[in-house]
């Protein structure tokens, strides 16, 4: 299948540092509830096919409905020994259900249930001195009551929670990730797969993961969240406190609605050193501009709510860059914010620069948020994801250093020879550089004995020794480093255009601009010119100038 997804500005300028990309479907996290149960009313129809009369619609029996749900439910995982797990406040249920999952592969199923205290719509019963009854409504505010965290395995989808409150009319949340349901398929395929977290990094066939992921942005999605649904939520979890007769005679279905999703845009760079400096540039040339009818544009946004009808607890329109510990890597997280929507950019791995969209209440996309909605979801996130990766500023392809020089640097290996490298800080290593450049212009190349006699001039007015042996060791450093060669079947070397090409920015860089723009950085004022300048030194003004002036916008400049 063809990877359906929208091009954006950044991965198609950066293509030619790209080995790959995909799009997939992160965590969704989807409602079930139960139509009738949101209504005075429908909850007392629905109480009524259940039990057959309103008897027992009150406080204590929703409190006994909610009991008799927590007894079955922990007599059923002592009875087939699966983990019953009390949890505190705070506690990372997710973390906690990792370290709980079977050791068997083929295992499906529930493995574990965890459970905690949450806030949930608990409905109160008013009742007159007859006992009948006057109004039903919510609690204000909503108690916090036990909700049930089931962990199951699905052969599908791999690791699926489903939270579900044991008071009527037993609202559920299915949460579930994608990368889950595409490792599933690529394994199955016998696709090569590296995975790190909710991200498949280096080492990956990311072709055949872009085909898998395509799939969960079609249509098929829906159906295919549905059947998950159905296929756990009555005969796994609601069945303890709704026995499957109870369900059909009281017709209790649940409606799904999305609540919150995430999309993300994975771009596997060639070289880990390269997608730094790309992405660190990133950051340093779009947080300072990013303005208020940037965010707007960016995030499908036409006005700003005025501050008096904004709901408490939400948040202003924010970027923020901010760096997040996480072991054994610092990751740092560029974030902009609007409301409910929350974009990102960050790195996962070594060489893979994440860009997601985060969607915390689906109904900022003003889409609507029944499952069928679900297609056009995706495209407001994929247009918000495009926009975003319009406006950022990247950094000017030629000026993104592939770690050259930095690797001169770094030991060779040639062969079972290792070779130490070339430091340039060091008087003797730029000293061969400038010789091998010296000798490059000779027909029959040069040996040896040729290349220490040019390095010893060098070292004129030293007491530096500098033999062939140093020349031999020396030589074998650059040619590690491809700057110089061998002449078939000779013991003689050269230099060819490429190579001789890099050696000479090499010098022309540190001797006539770097020494001479650093020089005259430090005479404040600039000494007045002579009356004739030389073409060069008005050169050198100029870059001076301009150097300035680059101090000032990296903030380098007092």
Known sequence: MKPNKPADDLSTYYAA???????????ITVNAYYPMGQTGGGIRLWWRDWKGSEKGLCDAGMKAVAGDFGRRLK????????????CHAGEDKHLMAQGLLPKDPKFRGVFAVLVGRAPAPVWQVQLNAQSKIVNLCHRDPWPHVQH???QILDPDWGHVMIRICGYPPFGAQVVLNGHNWV??????????LVQAGNCFVEGSNFAKIDELAATLLGPSLESALQRLCERWLYSACLCFAL????????????????WQIEYSRNLLFTDAQVMEQVYQKLIDRTRVPLDLKTLKTVFGVRHRL???KQRRGRSEPEVSKEVQRVEPYDVTVFSLRWGNLVLKIYDKGQRVLRVEVKVLNTAALKTGKLLDKLPDMLARMQQMLVRFLAVVKVAHLSFIDAGQFESWAEPTQRGNRR?????????RNRAVVQALIALASAPDGFNVQELAAQVRQRFNNSTHEYSQRHAAYDLAKARGKGLAQRIPNRCRYRCQPDQLRTL??????????????LAASNLKPIHNGPKQIAPIDEQYLRLQEQMNQTFQLLGLAA
Not at 17 to 27: A, H, K, N, P, V
Not at 183 to 192: S, T
Not at 507 to 517: A, F, I, Q, S
Request: net charge positive; hydrophobic share 35%; aromatic share 12%.
């Open 17 to 27: 540092l790209l080995e790959g990309s995909y799009d997939c479907i992160d965590r």
């Open 75 to 86: 007599a059923w995982c002592q009875k087939h020994r699966i983990p019953f797990v009390d």
């Open 148 to 150: 049930y965290y089931f």
């Open 183 to 192: 490792h599933g398929q690529a394994r199955r395929r016998r696709y090569r």
């Open 243 to 258: 026995p499957v007769a109870d369900q059909k005679r009281s017709r209790f279905r649940y409606r799904l609605s999305v």
């Open 306 to 308: 005025p501050r008096k």
């Open 419 to 427: 070779l130490a490298g070339l430091d340039l800080n060091k008087a």
């Open 504 to 517: 000479c920015a090499y010098v022309t860089l540190r001797e006539h601009v770097l020494k001479p723009l």
